[in-house]
């Protein structure tokens, strides 16, 4: 009986196998390989057809996709390679596994397999099911600000619809862990959830949440293996890996460090208190360095330029094996970090003797003379580089390759060869290649779209046929900028050598920016109550496109000329007309200006008076001046001539107190010649250069003419024909300190002189110093405005010799085309006086604050100043506080004088 039923199980077992054997035919390959074609193939019966075992080849009689939900069926089968009428070998042909692997390849599947769906004789139908994977519908992050959120979804790049694996959530926790990394979170800690949406399909919701724990800074840096400079000159280079902040005593050369919470401190201040009670926090102030206001969080990438910097800082100094050998990041008690970087200094190096080699333009000595290093001096790779002009400087400089390239030698070089080294001295060979000198061939420019070219070309310095010159490139960068048309950072440069002619194209690309300003304000100041003023600037007028509206963008554009018109009143009290307009090219062939100007304005005194034209001033009058480039000393200089004419009407008004004339008319002709040298790289931020101008304005001495006794004339006939010499120097220097912080400089000197003693000084043109100079009255009356920020009100308003000084350390926010944003300190020193006998240069009014200034395309300058005048401070008249001696300053479209 047990053999029977032993026989049974056997009898099935072997109907089972032989079933499985010669069930339908078909290969499976799915996303784990098995040598690329899946299940063996054996002999078995297909309706009437028969598959023999082992491989075969089949031909491709056609390909179907399955499974997909957004893909496109067609794109697949091209991916995958397979192609109808292609021969395939069945099972250990490798087409089918490299058609899966280009699939998997596309990272947009979770499951992939393909399948003989019919097999006719050698033909076989092939089906490509594919799983897609789930899509994004949405993200968003929990355990953080709505701030911080907005920023980390720009900077991981997670979008709608973006096929969701396993590599995309990692690479974005990467990126959020990075950004707090940055931040000083050390111990972030992101949970990624994913959610099923119901609402699409294949779609999830991926859910950040991040703990970003406490802000990891640094507690102290450990520096090792350095006898040469101390740690706290060392430290000084780690721009970005600073200490907590920490309060410092330093008597002497006893130097004591204490957090800012140590109780240590607080224990030595009782003690400094109990043994010194009669000194304050101020008198211990020299002994103390407060570090309160630098950062302290640990950023890797700012630890490894760092590093990069300390290195450098010893290179300069001849150390040029000098290495960090080893750096270590740990933790200390309080969950912070310190940092210990071991250095080894090496030797010190000289430079020795400096041979050139290849030159024939200059002799040796004169590029050893250029260069500026000699033999015995401090090795330094850095300066090496830059004498020789590998570094380039912003603004041009005088260095070994400036020198060349300034004299057409474009293709120029120079390698600095180490020859040997002799103990502590390095010798160098300087190879030079000069090649030939370049011809300027093609001057390109790109991008105005709304200037004329000739506007451009005209300022240009370098021109076709000359020879190639690098100052010629970064003067015409300069004009370029200069113009105010085109943004100035992007302004760019594109030298296009020829080697095989020796001449040069070179391209100016340039991006348009509105260089139009429109003013307006209202306000209140002056005495005037309520003001209001309203002004536009065109600064790339056209007037011989005024009759072609195709040109019109609002009024016409182009060539570079110049016109504005602006208006100010305070109803019928107080009305002011001022219409300019310049030609920059008179004649189109030499950069010879032309302005001429108009203006009206009429103030009345009769504010508590019905009549309006009870007491008032009015003024009528123009000019016209004429411009020319000289080109000595150098060509940065301008002279301007010009002669101007203004006539006064004065009712019951009187402008200078005690001077007799309140009523009639006076005339002011006069001719102004400035002498003016601009070297300014650019207008709106300056880095480098100076502006500085002289004016001399005078009138003809009248009185010298008529044979009138003027001794005992009346005031109308004293200033009828206003007779005067008047004195203007201004200058204002900037220096790059670093990177774009800037440094200015300015200083302002006026002085006014009589002809005749019997007439003394004219009630006009004299200066009025002190207050914002922005005052509503103050604009037309014949008076130069100087400002001085820190005080309300003009401190001298009739005064005949003013000084002033200005220094300023500018830093930027933002040099984009659409703004340029600036903060800057300052500090500024000014007064005036009646006449030469009550001078004093040294009796100054002081004052120093801070400042915003917003340069906008269309709005011109918009400006903010906070100001303390040190000098209005005054016990006897209780001004103490610091709102009775500090004030606002407030400026629109231009900066006060």
Known sequence: MHKTILRNLLLITICIIYAATTSIAQIKTSNTEDNGLGQIARKRKIGTTEVQSGPKQYTIAGVTVSGTKFLDNELLITVSGLTVGEKIKVPSGDKVSKAIRNLWKQNLFSDISITATRILGDKIFLNIHVEERPRLSKHNYKGIRKSEAQELADK????????????????????????????????????VQEWTDSISVNSVRLTFVIDKGSRTRINQVNIAGNTVVPDTRLKRTLKGTKEKPRISLHPADDVTVYEKDDRSFAEYMKNFNFLYPSKTLEALNPYLRLNLFSSSKFSEKKLETDKDALIAYYNSLGYRDAIVEDDTVYKVADGNLNIDIKIREGHKYYFGDIEWKGNTKYSSEFLSKVLGIKKGDVYNLELLETRLGKILSPDGGDDVSSLYMNDGYLFFNVDPIEVSIEGDTINYEMRITEGPQATIKNVIITGNDRTNEHVVRRELRTLPGNKFSRADLIRSQREIANLGFFDQEKIGIQPKPNQEDGTVDIEYSLVEKSSDQLQLSAGFGGGVSFYGNIGVTFNN???????????????????????????????????????????????????????????????????????ANASFMRVLGGGVSLSRRIKWPDDNFIFTYGVNYQNFKLKQYELIQNSGFNNGESNNLYIKLVLARYSIDQPLYPRSGSNINFTFQFTPPFSAFDGKDYSVATPSEKYKWIEYHKYRFTAEWYQRMIGNVVFKFATKYGFMGYYNPDIGFAPFERFQVGGDGLSGQNFFVGRDIIAHRGYRAPYSYDATIFNKYTAEVRFPFSLSQTSTIYGLCFVEAANAWSNFSQYNPSNLNRSAGVGIRVILPMFGLLGLDYGVGFDRYDKAAGLTKMKDIANFTFMLGFEPD
């Open 541 to 611: 007028f056209s007037l011989r496109n005024v009759l072609k509206p195709k040109f019109w963008d609002p009024l016409p554009v182009g060539d570079g000329q110049k016109f504005s018109v602006n208006y100010q009143s305070n109803g019928r009290f107080y009305n002011s007309m001022n219409v300019s307009f310049t030609e920059p090219w008179l004649g189109g062939k030499k950069p010879n200006s032309l302005t001429t100007n108009f203006l009206y304005s009429k103030f009345n005194n009769s504010v508590n008076s019905n009549d």
């Open 156 to 191: 991981v790049g997670l979008v709608k619809s973006r096929v969701v694996t396993d590599a995309t959530k990692k690479e974005a926790v990467v990126k959020i862990k990075k950004y707090y990394f940055e931040k000083g979170f050390n111990d972030v800690k992101v949970e």
